[in-house]
């Protein structure tokens, strides 16, 4: 940092953050990145397609062109998905995977959530100089971690100037132009959990939290889960057994019920 530089002597300048130039350079460290994996699996003589994928047999995986791979193994590893959770006006936030490609960084931003993804994204943003608010229903931010260690990130999380709400959750959202003056503002349809949503509204999002406060916010942010890619793959026709959240279970060995199907990742 360059106040840490210039403790030792260094004359070094305060500089603002530009969001574009950021971005540019975070699109361009991607595609290199990727080339390099890329090639890494060509040399290693890896054949790969571009293409969606589903498992027709124990052994065999047909491709979206029609084409059929055979092998003595299968390996699912698609990952996961950010969902959106089920109120009213879901549809006017955006998710983890949006966040990087907005054209211009926020002012201010709500974040849903009290995991680590909403955690580091609360730290990340409000060091980049947004305005961060942040609502999470439980008692208690990062649950399943120490407790110790929660209540003391909760703390310093605090003490930065992040708007931490615990006990607190979005009641309903709404764009912030369609909202009246006195609040009251006439019901939307919950948003569905799962599917392949994209922010649909422009603009500032006003917000009702389940406490009975409203705010606006440039953005609204929602880190609530994750749900794994299993959808339309065949995996049930095959007969390989799914949890209820759609993830793929398996032994401490990574493999599934069906003997030559294994599963690594977020997709468990």
Not at 70 to 96: D, F, M, N, W, Y
Not at 126 to 150: K, M, N, P, S, W
Not at 171 to 188: H, L, N, T
Not at 194 to 204: A, F, I, M
Request: proline share 4%; charged share 25%.
């Amino acid at each position: 940092m360059p106040s840490d530089a210039r403790a030792y002597g260094w004359d070094i300048k305060d500089g603002a953050f530009d969001w574009s130039i950021f971005s540019g350079h975070l699109t361009k460290e991607l595609d290199r990145l990727e080339d390099i994996y890329r090639g890494l699996l060509k040399n290693s003589g890896v054949e790969t397609f571009d293409q969606r994928a589903r498992i027709v047999d124990p052994h065999t995986i047909e491709l979206a062109d029609g084409t059929r791979k055979s092998a003595k193994h299968i390996l699912i590893a698609t990952g996961g998905r950010p969902v959106r959770p089920e109120v009213p006006g879901a549809q006017c936030g955006i998710v983890s995977d949006d966040i990087f490609h907005l054209e211009t960084l926020p002012k201010s931003v709500l974040i849903i959530g009290g995991g680590f993804i909403a955690c580091e994204f609360a730290c990340i943003l409000h060091g980049l100089g947004v305005e961060v608010t942040q609502y999470y229903r439980g008692a208690q931010i990062l649950r399943g971690f120490d407790d110790e260690a929660r209540g003391l990130i909760a703390d310093s999380m605090r003490e930065r100037g992040i708007n931490l709400h615990t006990g607190t959750n979005i009641a309903e959202a709404r764009p912030a132009a369609e909202a009246q003056g006195d609040g009251m503002i006439a019901p939307v349809e919950a948003a569905h959990t799962g599917g392949p949503w994209e922010k649909s509204v422009d603009g500032p999002v006003w917000v009702k939290a389940t406490n009975g406060q409203a705010e606006v916010f440039d953005q609204v942010l929602f880190a609530t889960g994750r749900r794994p890619n299993t959808d339309d793959m065949g995996l049930e026709e095959v007969g390989v057994t799914l949890g209820r959240g759609g993830q793929v279970l398996v032994d401490g060995y990574s493999q599934t019920n069906i003997p030559s199907i294994f599963a690594i990742g977020d997709v468990t």
